[in-house]
């Protein structure tokens, strides 16, 4: 699978929209973009994915540049909730069941 | 029910103990796994089973034995452990679809501690 580069870690404001990139510069055509994050303590829990249209559910919104190098995870309305460390996972689909996770990004909401 | 449980919650034990940890969903997901996390860093693949059939071992060491009794239990069998191997322990779940497109699903860990 390939690798992923995120920032360590970014500060969010309350209310605003958290924007998270990631760089997946060599990402090949069967891969997919996978975003999960981890709130302190507990289990990973899945966000989005998606190939290379961008996506949008009821948790978050992926945006994927059109050469596939890298997108951005948006979280609309951050919420002190949201505080936890996200990760960019690229992933081949079929056939494959294994989550590589990378270093993440620790987003920290500010009140 | 979207959950997946484990326990215990939390285990001390000593280098010469034998000890388990247990996994359960009833979401009907045909694929288990177990990860290990250390403090503050990602968590990393030990073992996948798919159809309750081990399929994927990240060359674990031995002293780590799962088991995956039916398709709802998923066990971690711990013998002779180092205190290096204190972690976090998360079971998953998920779906084997023809598409390989399958959401994993975590449970909360197990923190386990070797003295």
């Known amino acids: 699978d390939a690798k992923t580069t995120q920032p360590p870690s970014m500060d969010c404001a309350e209310g605003r929209a958290a924007n998270l990139p990631c760089n997946h510069s060599t990402i090949s055509g069967n891969e997919y973009v996978y975003w999960y994050r981890q709130i302190h303590s507990q289990g990973p829990q899945y966000i989005i994915h998606?190939?290379?249209n961008n996506e949008t559910n009821e948790m978050a919104s992926l945006i994927i540049t059109e050469d596939r190098k890298s997108s951005t995870l948006i979280l609309p309305h951050a919420t002190l909730r949201d505080t936890a460390v996200y990760y960019c996972?690229?992933?081949?689909?079929?056939?494959?069941?294994?989550?590589?996770f990378g270093t993440g990004t620790r987003l920290t909401i500010i009140p | 029910d979207t959950e997946v449980t484990q326990t215990p919650k939390h285990l001390v034990m000593g280098m010469t103990n034998k000890k388990s940890l247990k996994c359960e969903q009833h979401?009907?997901?045909?694929?288990m796994y177990w990860y290990k996390q250390k403090a503050k860093k990602p968590p990393e693949l030990m073992f996948v089973?798919?159809?309750?059939?081990?399929?994927i071992n990240e060359s674990v060491p031995s002293r780590f034995s799962p088991e995956c009794p039916n398709s709802s239990l998923l066990n971690l069998h711990l013998h002779a452990l180092q205190p290096e191997d204190s972690a976090l322990y998360l079971c998953a779940s998920s779906q084997l679809l023809a598409g390989g497109l399958n959401e994993q699903f975590f449970g909360p860990g197990t923190r386990l501690t070797v003295l």
């Open positions: 089973y798919s159809y309750e059939k081990l399929s």
């Open positions: 996972i690229v992933r081949a689909g079929i056939g494959n069941e294994k989550l590589t």
């Open positions: 998606g190939l290379k």
């Open positions: 979401m009907g997901h045909r694929a």
